[in-house]
Structures are given as C-alpha cells and as structure tokens.
C-alpha cells in the first residue's frame, strides 16, 4: 500500500455541468471549476461527486433525474477510464494513488431520489453511491433541511432506517443541509463516524447553513470531520469579499474548536450558484494555495496532510466495505 496521503475534496456538483454537455471530465468543461486536468494541477487525489437534484425535479422525478446523472458519470468512466476509477471500497483510494488515476466517490445530495424506499437505497450502494447527504435544504421523507428548521423536526422514521442502513451497507452519512434537530437525530441514531461535507464556521459566519461549535464539537465526537466550504455566502457576511483568507479563517477555527484530525475540505465547486469562488481559490486548480495558506498560518505538514485529506481518508477507510464484502 502507498504510504502516500490522498488529497480529498468531498463536495463538487461537476456532474451537473456533464450532464447538460457543457463538456467532459476527462477533456475538460470550460464553464466548470473541476474536471480531470485540473484537478491534476491542485493534487487532488479524490473527489467526492454529488448527485443533486434541481428544484423543479425534487418532487417529481428525482430518482429519473438522479439516474441520469450517474448514468452521465459511467460514460466518463467509460471514456476516461485511464484517468479516472470508481471508489467503492476502502482498497480503490490506495489504489488510485498507486496508478495515478483520481479516484471519484458518487454522493447523494439530498435523499429524495429513494422516493420513500428503503430498497433503492440499496440500488443506489449497488451503482457506486458511497455517500449520502441526507437532505438539501428542504424538507424530504428523511428529514429537514435548514430551510424548514421552523419545524423543530428531526429524522423521520424512514431516516433512521436509512441513516442505520447506510452504517450496514458503507455509506457515508453527511449532515450537511441538515436542520439542526436533524443533526442532533442524525448523531443519536449514529453507528459511526458523522460527517458534514461542506459547512463552516457559524461562530465566523451566522448563516444557517453553518454548524455552531457545539454540533461540531458533537460530529467529531464520532470520529467524523467537517468539511470547510468555498461558499462565499458562507464564508463571510460580505460575499463578495470572499478570500482564501476567509477559508483558512474557518479552517482555524475548526480546529481550535474540535482539533485537528476532524477538520477537511469540502469545495462545492461547481455548486456555488452565481457567487465567484472565493479570490485565490478560483477553481480547483488553486487548491495547492491551500496548502501554502496554511503554512503560512504556522500549521505543520502532518497537521496539513491531515486538513487536505488524511482525515477523510481515515472515515473513508472506516465506513467504505472492504473488496471481499462488495
């Protein structure tokens, strides 16, 4: 096994972008902040891919509409195979720095392409889907999202057989989106590591869609890791003064907060609506500013190893099944 440590980033929306023929990941997508090249200019190693579904598919179609979209990712891996490999189990993320190739986990935005069955939970685990975000912003048969947070509601009965099922099957439980009482359901009903694949700092930035320091203090409780976003909106309350500064502000924080080893990255490029990314992290290229970002704020390598991606990669081994369980 390669010694080296994987660099992950766990949320874009690329697939979106393929799916509408705006380009290929393996040749590039010019309207895009990620695709194959440049993701081998900025070191990264993995990248999660979400499966999002648009508004106007989120009640009618989402499973259709998600299908899809993974179908979209399956003529990529077809096509670009030699650049590209499907992460399903704990063995394919060492394989992929082995070879070279940029290792691509399939996620969930939100859980209504199950449509409310159990079943194409694990119809979705059998197409490569390894992570699941359990709502968008609004209210689905799972749960809550932050937009519907008035509610008080948690996880519904449906959610905690989905949350439990994907603990059994190596799915990768994301509360990112989540209203908080969903979060607290969410952490009751854990069997493991819980994670947030692309929230920041509420302390640093009071948007709804970031965690206070108590949720993130109890999502590394388990063992989970928070994923820092390039959301402008959620970096600070002037958007469109949105920097890498700010990043590594919410990194710091988090990490004074809950310490290191549960403190990662989560772009959401390509799902940053009309905002300009962050200045100094204007696609993923730039990501290795991250890295010297934070050298420069003091952090050592090892600690910087982890921030980049050892700490995903520890969940990832923990919670993916192993090849003789697929």
């Not at 393929?18 to 990620?34: C, K, M, Q, S």
């Not at 689905?140 to 057989?161: K, M, R």
């Not at 970096?235 to 403190?263: R, Y």
């Amino acid at each position: 096994m390669s010694q080296r440590v994987p660099v992950i980033d766990a949320h874009c929306d690329t697939l979106q972008k393929v799916l509408a023929g705006e380009g290929t990941l393996g040749e590039g997508i010019p309207t895009a902040h990620v695709d194959v090249p440049r993701l081998r200019q900025g070191g990264v190693d993995v990248q999660v891919f979400a499966c999002w579904v648009p508004t106007p598919y989120r009640y009618h179609n989402a499973t259709v509409y998600t299908l899809r979209l993974i179908e979209a990712f399956y003529r990529e891996l077809n096509a670009y195979g030699d650049a590209l490999h499907l992460v399903r189990t704990a063995e394919d993320i060492p394989h992929v720095l082995s070879t070279g190739k940029i290792g691509a986990i399939l996620s969930l935005e939100g859980a209504e392409p199950l449509d409310g069955y159990l079943e194409l939970l694990n119809v979705f685990y059998r197409l490569g889907v390894r992570w699941l975000g359990l709502t968008w912003n609004f209210r689905n048969q799972v749960a809550d999202g932050v937009a519907d947070a008035d509610t008080g509601g948690g996880l519904t009965p449906f959610g905690v057989e989905v949350v439990h099922t994907c603990y059994h099957l190596g799915i990768v439980v994301d509360v990112s989106h989540l209203s908080p009482a969903g979060v607290e359901s969410v952490l009751k009903e854990a069997k493991g590591p819980v994670v947030a694949s692309h929230s920041n700092a509420r302390a640093l930035c009071d948007h709804r869609r970031n965690l206070t320091d108590d949720q993130a203090r109890a999502i590394a409780a388990t063992g989970g890791v928070i994923g820092v976003t390039f959301v402008p909106a959620f970096l600070t309350p002037e958007p469109e003064k949105a920097s890498l500064d700010h990043v590594l502000d919410h990194i710091e924080h988090f990490v004074q907060v809950v310490g290191v080893d549960h403190v990662g990255i989560g772009s959401d490029f390509d799902g940053l609506g009309d905002s300009r990314p962050p200045r100094g992290l204007e696609d993923v290229r730039h990501y290795t500013a991250l890295h010297q970002g934070l050298r420069a704020r003091g952090f050592t390598e090892e600690e910087i190893t982890a921030i980049l991606g050892g700490n995903w990669y520890r969940v990832l081994t923990q919670v993916l099944p192993t090849a003789g369980t697929v």
